[in-house]
């Protein structure tokens, strides 16, 4: 079973803010992603990492920033909160060499 | 780049068949398939990784047409709590990107 952590699970702020949602993983797995997912929409990448040090921008383009100093933890960073970003953000892991991705539980994020 | 799902949306009757589909522009080299629930984040349901392979779990059962680019998941007498959108996820033999599909909602009703 899969161990991947966020928080917070909601969180409700306002324009101009800045934030950072957490992402921690306990499987040692070196591959970590974050998406962005509106209700019953799909799934858009907008940041993934392959190990320390190493991070890319995704299909989607974000204002967000990520960064990856700890294998475990993949915090994503918002520098000036934007009602456009309200959505549910859900990050995910995968074990180099596999696929299969283990998703946490999401934070939903509300910018007023 | 992402692969496309069909149908977009279906609902059935407990008990009844479906099949959702995923095609892919890109040569693959494997495909998954998660389910997500309303309100919860998607769960892994299974992955083929050679073409012509097929997978069971449960009722529900995959195959993957390598030469096609394409993959189907059946779900078979299905079950109230097969409701959700199901979402493929395809790779491709470089192993550095993967797409999920553009989902399919599914609703059992009784």
């Known amino acids: 079973e899969a161990d991947i952590y966020q928080t917070p699970r909601y969180l409700v702020i306002g324009t101009g803010k800045k934030i950072t949602l957490e992402c921690s993983q306990t499987m040692g797995h070196d591959k970590m992603y974050w998406y962005q997912q509106d209700p019953g929409m799909e799934l858009h990448l907008i940041h993934y990492s392959y190990g320390v040090n190493s991070t890319e921008k995704g299909d989607l383009s974000s204002e967000s920033t990520v960064s990856r100093i700890r294998t475990e933890h993949f915090p994503l960073t918002l520098e000036s909160a934007r009602p456009s970003h309200t959505s549910q953000y859900l990050c995910?892991?995968?074990?180099?060499?596999?696929?299969?991705?283990?998703f946490g539980p999401g934070t939903r994020l509300l910018v007023l | 780049q992402q692969p496309v799902q069909s149908p977009q949306a279906v609902i059935l009757r407990e008990g009844e068949d479906a099949v959702i589909n995923c095609s892919s522009s890109k040569a693959l080299y494997s495909v998954h398939w998660y389910r997500q629930k309303h309100g919860e984040a998607p769960i892994f349901l299974m992955i083929l990784l050679k073409g012509g392979e097929q997978k069971g779990h449960d009722k529900i059962s995959a195959s993957f047409n390598e030469k096609k680019q394409q993959s189907s998941l059946y779900l078979t007498a299905s079950q109230l709590s097969y409701s959700g959108t199901y979402f493929c996820g395809t790779g491709t033999n470089t192993g550095n990107q993967f797409y999920f599909g553009t989902g399919t909602s599914l609703t059992v009703i009784p």
């Open positions: 995910a892991s995968s074990e180099y060499g596999r696929e299969t991705q283990y």
